[in-house]
């Protein structure tokens, strides 16, 4: 069955330390990867979206992701995290539709 | 620029009256729009997918006739939870794409604040 899957419930890490959330998807071909993020109460803001081409990409904030084919993965990294990051976490896909995918999402919490 | 606003941001309302949650992109025309439904510490899950002009999309096990979409325009769409019930409280999420990226799967979905209703 397609799924997205982000292992990582919660994470908490401290200000100025670097974050990685991981994602991966199960999907017969390689989908559309999206990040979001969801600050309490909020809808969602595009961190950043791999359609083709380089694998590593660059997004808002800092944030960056890298496609791993082989690992069907679509990691999302930041080398030095703000108080502001604090937030939940979406990883989404989307294939042959408009239609997303989301994660179960992962709650970062930032310590100072 | 790609905002969208929704409103009202909360509503609270009594057991078997209709609410009406509006969805509105401020600055770019929406071709698609899409209504979602979150649950505390839970992900979004996609509940209908409407556009402009044409009856809605539900996704499997959305009743239609419970959670009414109406797409009038290429700026606003409403959702309408007719006769709430406490178990139809939550967090009501919209999005809108503005159809340009010329392949419906690279579409970016562009997200109001939410709107939490909470059925008494």
């Known amino acids: 069955a397609q799924s997205v899957t982000q292992p990582d419930i919660h994470i908490t890490v401290s200000e100025g330390a670097s974050l990685e959330l991981r994602c991966n998807y199960s999907y017969g071909a390689t989908p559309y990867l999206f990040w979001y993020v969801q600050s309490p109460g909020q809808g969602l803001q595009l961190l950043l979206k791999?359609?083709?081409?380089?694998?590593l990409v660059q997004g808002i904030k800092g944030f960056e992701a890298e496609f791993k084919r082989s690992q069907s993965s679509f990691n999302l990294r930041k080398p030095s995290v703000h108080w502001s990051d604090a937030a939940e976490y979406f990883c989404a896909v989307s294939f042959i539709s408009y239609k997303l995918s989301f994660g179960a999402g992962t709650t970062v919490t930032v310590r100072a | 620029g790609a905002v969208v606003s929704q409103h009202p941001s909360w509503v609270i309302c009594k057991s078997g009256t209709s609410v009406k949650i509006e969805c509105r992109s401020l600055d770019f025309q929406a071709t698609t729009m899409f209504w979602y439904r979150q649950f505390p510490k839970q992900s979004l899950m996609l509940m209908a997918t409407s556009n402009e002009g044409s009856k809605a999309t539900y996704e499997q096990g959305v009743e239609k006739d419970k959670f009414l979409i109406n797409h009038a325009s290429l700026t606003l769409s409403t959702l309408t939870v007719t006769s709430a019930h406490p178990e139809d409280s939550s967090f009501y999420i919209c999005?809108?794409?503005?159809?340009?990226?010329?392949?419906?799967?690279?579409?970016?979905?562009?997200f109001g604040p939410g709107t939490r209703l909470l059925v008494l």
């Open positions: 999005s809108a794409s503005p159809g340009t990226s010329g392949s419906v799967g690279q579409e970016t979905q562009y």
């Open positions: 791999y359609f083709s081409g380089d694998t």
